[in-house]
T-cell receptor, first 115, second 116 residues
Framework: SAVISQKPSRDICQRGTSLTIQCQVDSQVTMMFWYRQQPGQSLTLIATANQGSEATYESGFVIDKFPISRPNLTFSTLTVSNMSPEDSSIYLC????????????FGPGTRLTVL | AQKVTQAQTEISVVEKEDVTLDCVYETRDTTYYLFWYKQPPSGELVFLIRRNSFDEQNEISGRYSWNFQKSTSSFNFTITASQVVDSAVYFCALSEKKSSGDKLTFGTGTRLAVRP
């Protein structure tokens, strides 16, 4: 499996501000995804991060709120814009490596609290 | 639409007991994959197993075993001789083929507490 790191690991932010979360993988991967896990809840897919093109968003998530970049095969960022307390969640990136077919491996997550 | 149901919200057992976590799924796909992940208190999701829809053989890995029953759309997970370190939230997930790649649909998770 790949070694996946996320920065920051946690943050406390004021409402109305934005936070950019980074996901770095130690090897090239075919797919990168961003998930949200609200407190005590399951994981929900936000979007698929596409290299060199716009991300593919799931229903209920929009680019203006969650802009995503993926400039290369090992790095992606998710920005949570104009935050409100309802955005308090764990944000996780996941990757699929070509050799592992569709097994998704997850990063350690970013725990966000919005005051 | 895909759906994964984990009816057990929380389970509490005493160390060394066996415990089974249930997972029932719904899909219209003929080819699909099922997964189990473990989320310990640290929050990181740990991949445990992937099983494709054409392979109904049960799998055993140490104290872990998985029972895939296509006829009942279930993919249950058993921990034998549970240990305190098994305490975590366990998620069952189902993959769906999309043009942008495989999408995972997660169940709501089962919180397992193993008491010494």
């Amino acid at each position: 499996s790949a070694v996946i790191s996320q920065k920051p690991s946690r943050d406390i932010c004021q409402r109305g501000t934005s936070l950019t979360i980074q996901c770095q993988v130690d090897s090239q991967v075919t797919m990168m995804f961003w998930y949200r896990q609200q407190p005590g809840q399951s994981l929900t897919l936000i979007a698929t991060a596409n290299q060199g093109s716009e991300a593919t968003y799931e229903s209920g998530f929009v680019i203006d709120k969650f802009p995503i970049s993926r400039p290369n095969l090992t790095f992606s960022t998710l920005t949570v814009s104009n935050m409100s307390p309802e955005d308090s969640s764990i944000y996780l990136c996941s990757v699929v490596m070509a050799v592992s077919y569709n097994e998704q491996f997850f990063g350690p997550g970013t725990r966000l609290t919005v005051l | 639409a895909q759906k994964v149901t984990q009816a057990q919200t929380e389970i509490s057992v005493v160390e060394k007991e066996d415990v089974t976590l249930d997972c029932v799924y719904e899909t219209r796909d003929t080819t699909y994959y099922l997964f189990w992940y473990k989320q310990p208190p640290s929050g990181e999701l740990v991949f445990l197993i992937r099983r494709n829809s054409f392979d109904e053989q049960n799998e055993i890995s140490g104290r872990y075993s998985w029972n895939f029953q296509k006829s009942t759309s279930s993919f249950n997970f058993t921990i034998t001789a549970s240990q305190v370190v098994d305490s975590a939230v366990y998620f069952c997930a189902l993959s769906e083929k999309k043009s942008s790649g495989d999408k995972l649909t997660f169940g709501t998770g089962t919180r397992l507490a193993v008491r010494p």
